[in-house]
Nanobody, 115 residues
Framework: QVQLVESGGDLVQPGGSLRLSCLASGFPFSTYSMRWYRQAPGKERERVATITGTGGTTNYAESVKGRFNISRDNAKNTVYLQMNSLKPEDTAVYYC????????WGQGTQVTVSS
C-alpha cells in the first residue's frame, strides 16, 4: 500500500531554515509528481510546491517562491522541501502528497516559526 512518511519539522526562529523529507513507498515513485502542502490552524490546506517525476519541473506557491526549494532523490524514494528565510506565517503542519489513482497523504510534520 502507498505510504508517505514526513520528517524534519521543528521549532525555528524567523529567518531560519529547515529541510523536510518525505519517504514514499508502495507505488512507482519516479513516475509520479510529488507535492508538499501545508495547513495552518483555522486555514485551508494549501499547495506549497510540486515536482515532476524526473525532477525536471517544479512550481511553487507565490508565498514561498524564492525561499523554498523542492527536490527529490528517486534512488531513495524521497522528496525534500528546503525552507529558507522562514517567517512566522510559514507555521503549519506540512504534508507530503501523491496522486496515485487517488490522493494519498502523509501524517504531517509540524513546522513552527517563532522567536
Amino acid at each position: 500500500q502507498v505510504q508517505l512518511v514526513e520528517s524534519g519539522g521543528d521549532l525555528v526562529q524567523p529567518g531560519g531554515s529547515l529541510r523536510l523529507s518525505c519517504l514514499a513507498s508502495g507505488f512507482p515513485f519516479s513516475t509520479y509528481s510529488m507535492r508538499w502542502y501545508r495547513q495552518a490552524p483555522g486555514k485551508e490546506r494549501e499547495r506549497v510546491a510540486t515536482i515532476t517525476g524526473t525532477g525536471g519541473t517544479t512550481n511553487y506557491a507565490e508565498s514561498v517562491k524564492g525561499r523554498f526549494n523542492i527536490s527529490r532523490d528517486n534512488a531513495k524514494n524521497t522528496v525534500y522541501l528546503q525552507m529558507n528565510s522562514l517567517k512566522p506565517e510559514d507555521t503549519a503542519v506540512y504534508y507530503c502528497n501523491v496522486w496515485f489513482l487517488q490522493h494519498f497523504w502523509g501524517q504531517g510534520t509540524q513546522v513552527t516559526v517563532s522567536s
